[in-house]
């Protein structure tokens, strides 16, 4: 989930399954937050039945799709007024800043419910809440954007940390850092650095990535 940055969304139109696309970003308890539309049919439909699914494909670049991951989320959608919320959002999707400020654009953030998750052929599980999402400390709201400045400032670490897993180019910068890992952006592409372990706090993802200890996601 955390490693995409888009999704197809599943409302009910008058009981009818309705699929979209929408861009998503995750909260730091990995909860999916979405900037839409109140115009917007999704919206529309959210706003007459809360309960939503997700669909998050990792299954891009394989010669036989249905061999890789994919994880539908079901939960229940409700605009938030948070300024955190939608800087975490502005963050990941920086060409959303365009209509971020029109008056009929929210965020919304999805309560998951459960998952069901594919890991590849005969792989299938569901997932409880419970055992999905992760409960950081407060460190993370409060010392999320001075994490970023940090680690940003120093191009060297984060180049080194970007290319150590195959990805080449200058110019990626971290976007957001949560308790699994960082995200991180170069111009259109967008790649996953992953903690081997969760981490509660943003100073130990920040040492973390100074001592190199993440992997590719």
């Known amino acids: 989930m955390r490693a995409t940055d888009r999704a197809a969304l599943a409302t009910s139109q008058g009981g009818w399954p309705f699929a979209s696309l929408v861009l998503v970003a995750l909260d730091h308890d990995a909860s999916p937050l979405l900037l839409i539309s109140d115009l917007s049919e999704h919206a529309k439909n959210i706003k007459a039945e809360a309960r939503v699914s997700l669909l998050f494909d990792g ?11 994919r ?56 997932v409880e809440a419970r055992d999905l999402l992760v409960t950081p400390d ?14 940003n400032a120093d191009a060297k670490m984060v ?7 195959g990805l080449g180019g200058e110019g990626w910068r971290v976007t957001g850092a949560d308790p699994e890992g960082l995200d991180v952006r170069r111009r259109g592409s967008i790649a996953r650095l992953a903690l081997p372990l969760p981490s509660l706090s943003a100073e130990a993802v920040r040492d973390a ?3 190199g200890e993440f992997s590719r996601s």
């Open 159 to 165: 180049s080194a940390a970007v290319q150590s897993l």
């Open 209 to 211: 990535l100074a001592r």
């Open 71 to 126: 994880v539908t989320v079901l939960g229940e959608a409700a605009p938030v007024d948070d300024a955190r919320l939608k800087a975490r959002f502005l963050a990941r999707h920086p060409a959303a800043e365009l209509y971020a400020g029109f008056t009929d654009f929210h965020v919304h953030r999805v309560e998951i419910a459960r998952a069901h998750l594919v890991a590849g052929f005969g792989r299938i599980h569901w």
């Open 138 to 151: 407060g460190s993370f709201a409060r010392e999320e954007p001075a994490t970023l400045a940090v680690v």
């Open 59 to 69: 299954t891009q670049g394989l010669d036989d799709p249905l061999t890789g991951p």
